[in-house]
């Protein structure tokens, strides 16, 4: 909750900027004033509303600080060396406008403004030092904190690249993502229709009965798609959708997938072992994805009569095999290349895994195994 809500204030902070610096003014105007309402020795002529209004013109500058941050700076130097020449008003134990304009300029703006804000500081704190107390102490602790404001505008400077590029990276990465998801639907999907719908001619001469069960698992895909897209736009549209809401499918559906592809006219095999319960939803979806896409190429390529699916799971290791009888690799050159075995890779590597795409047992048909370990419960709640 803590982390959360100084996320929000961040961003609450980013969307109105000027209420951050209208804010940030205020509170060194509370920090100018305490001078003026702390007592004063005897000695010391008493502290007058003029210095005191001399003061919230240094300040009232900040407030444009993020839109023109030399020239804020420039008024601020300007209407603080007016108050120490031309009225007697006490004293600052810190300049705060210098500073917090010292730090933006670092953090905002060009390499030519800082460099002109280095020089300018260099001439102006000993000007204001020999001015106020002609302290060789003063003049070190003032260098001290000017630069420390500089070095720090910089390491914020440096992090903000550092999130925007992170950012940037997390958008690629979200984008091949959803590119992968889309891929699989839709290959998967209309691999099958274009399957069915060629041998639809040939049934209705043949075996009408076989050309109605073709017709009703084109429509059966096409629906499954359908949804499948209408989940993924749905949790694309809604910024806050969790993980409960996400379009992943699980292994529970895998046997509905096979059956499709059996309508298609392929014999599929499905086996299990080891116990499939209680996987990760995203381990489990990137098997069912595997096992999807594998299938797509079966159907679309291999020529094949049957294949094999099997999901073992032996302790922390959860393995993906289908196997067809199909043609094998050399009949159908370029499959290796394609975006569904790529996508395979990337999908297993993401889980610490790998995907192998090659020929069968003895080189006859295609085999693509997917090895993926399965966390701990603690990893998981990690």
């Known amino acids: 909750m803590r982390i959360r809500g100084v996320g929000q204030a961040r961003e609450w902070g980013a969307a109105h900027p000027w209420a951050v610096d209208a804010g940030l003014a205020l509170l060194v105007q509370a920090a100018v004033t305490m001078p003026f309402v702390v007592p004063r020795p005897p000695e010391l002529e008493p502290a ?4 005191y209004g001399l003061t919230a013109l240094t300040v009232l500058p900040l407030v444009w600080r993020r839109r023109a941050p030399m020239a804020v700076l420039l008024a601020v130097l300007a209407t603080s060396t007016l108050y120490r020449l031309a009225l007697e008003g006490p004293g600052q134990p810190l300049p705060y406008q210098g500073l917090l304009c010292v730090y933006t300029i670092a953090v905002l703006a060009p ?29 070190t602790f003032s260098l001290f904190v ?14 903000q690249r550092a999130h925007l590029v992170e950012a940037e990276r997390a958008a690629a990465r979200e984008r091949a993502r959803i590119a992968r998801e889309m891929h699989d639907i839709l290959s998967h999907a209309v691999s099958l229709m274009i399957v069915q719908a060629e041998a639809g001619p040939v049934a209705v001469r043949r075996a009408p009965e076989r050309a109605e069960a073709a017709f009703e698992a084109i429509s059966a895909t096409g629906r499954d798609a359908m949804d499948q ?15 409960g809401r996400s379009p992943q499918p699980d292994l529970a559906e895998l046997p509905a997938l096979l059956d499709r592809v059996r309508a298609g006219g392929l014999d599929v095999r499905y086996e299990t072992s080891g116990g499939l319960a209680g996987l990760p939803a995203p381990l489990a979806a990137t098997a069912y994805r595997i096992a999807q896409e594998a299938l797509t190429n079966t159907v679309r390529h291999a020529r094949a009569r049957t294949a094999t699916v099997r999901i073992d799971r032996s302790g922390a290791l959860l393995t993906v095999l289908v196997r067809d009888d199909g043609r094998g690799p050399r009949a159908a050159p370029g499959r290796a290349a394609g975006h569904g075995l790529a996508g395979m890779r990337e999908r297993a590597a993401a889980h610490g895994g790998t995907a192998t795409a090659g020929p069968g047992p003895d ?14 419960p603690a990893e998981v709640g990690a």
């Open 229 to 243: 897209l209408r989940r993924m736009l749905g949790v694309l549209r809604d910024e806050d959708s969790g993980d």
């Open 111 to 139: 390499p030519w403004q800082r460099a002109v804000t280095a020089g300018l500081l260099l001439v102006a704190v000993p000007v204001s030092v020999w001015l106020n107390t002609q302290s060789a102490r003063e003049l």
């Open 146 to 159: 000017f630069a420390a404001a500089y070095v720090l505008g910089r390491l914020t400077d440096a992090r």
């Open 363 to 376: 080189g006859r048909g295609f085999e693509v195994r997917a090895e993926l370990p399965v966390p701990s």
């Open 48 to 51: 007058t509303w003029s210095a």
